[in-house]
């Protein structure tokens, strides 16, 4: 029986591959799913990402996965992180996409703990932003980082975002950041 038309699967979207200086955003893949899994199961990773290590077994977790290529939220797209040679380091999307106001938030993570701190996750921003500033209508990109992840701000701050204010969400302190469409004009045209 086929699926109601409520469920039926979509039409294959554009096949977006974005190539940065160090990295490739491509879309995401059921493939990616054991790296993902892994990287959800890992409490620093979790600690970093404000939440806590995934709590599903891997079945169900790749069912999910499915799920979510077969079914696409229009509110948010998703990418991959591949570096040079095709080995999948991270994750990065754009989510809360409101088209009235022109606005989105942006996460990112890498996963794999041996491309830290070498430039993939600020290039992986970068591609990211110039596929938003160039591709879609949006004036205004935004994140939230955890208060203490000098880290994480120095390297959005790389990207050109600045910090706003501090905001307190669900019990944790962070730091909204944001980058507007001017701003990134400017920074884009002195690299």
């Known amino acids: 029986?086929?699926?109601?038309?409520?469920?039926?699967?979509?039409?294959?979207?554009?096949?977006?591959?974005?190539?940065?200086?160090?990295?490739?955003?491509?879309?995401?893949?059921?493939?990616?799913?054991?790296?993902d899994y892994s990287w959800r199961k890992d409490e620093d990773l979790a600690r970093l990402d404000a939440t806590r290590p995934l709590n599903m077994s891997y079945k169900d977790f790749l069912r999910y996965s499915q799920e979510e290529i077969d079914y696409p939220n229009s509110r948010s797209k998703r990418f991959g992180i591949d570096d040079?040679?095709?080995?999948?380091?991270?994750?990065?999307?754009?989510?809360?996409?409101?088209?009235?106001?022109?606005?989105?938030?942006?996460?990112?993570?890498i996963g794999d703990k041996e491309y830290w701190s070498k430039g993939y996750g600020t290039d992986a921003v970068d591609t990211l932003l110039e596929y938003i500033f160039t591709k879609t209508d949006m004036k205004r990109v935004y994140l939230h980082t955890l208060d203490w992840n000098a880290r994480a701000q120095k390297a959005f701050g790389k990207s050109g975002f600045q910090q706003v204010k501090q905001v307190r969400r669900r019990g944790l302190d962070f730091i909204l950041m944001?980058?507007?469409?001017?701003?990134?004009?400017?920074?884009r045209d002195k690299s």
């Open 178 to 187: 944001e980058i507007l469409r001017p701003t990134w004009e400017q920074t």
């Open 84 to 109: 040079h040679k095709g080995k999948h380091i991270g994750n990065c999307m754009y989510y809360d996409i409101d088209t009235r106001r022109r606005e989105t938030e942006l996460g990112i993570m």
């Open 1 to 35: 029986m086929p699926f109601p038309l409520s469920r039926r699967k979509p039409e294959p979207a554009e096949n977006i591959s974005l190539m940065g200086k160090k990295v490739e955003l491509r879309e995401k893949r059921i493939g990616d799913a054991p790296n």
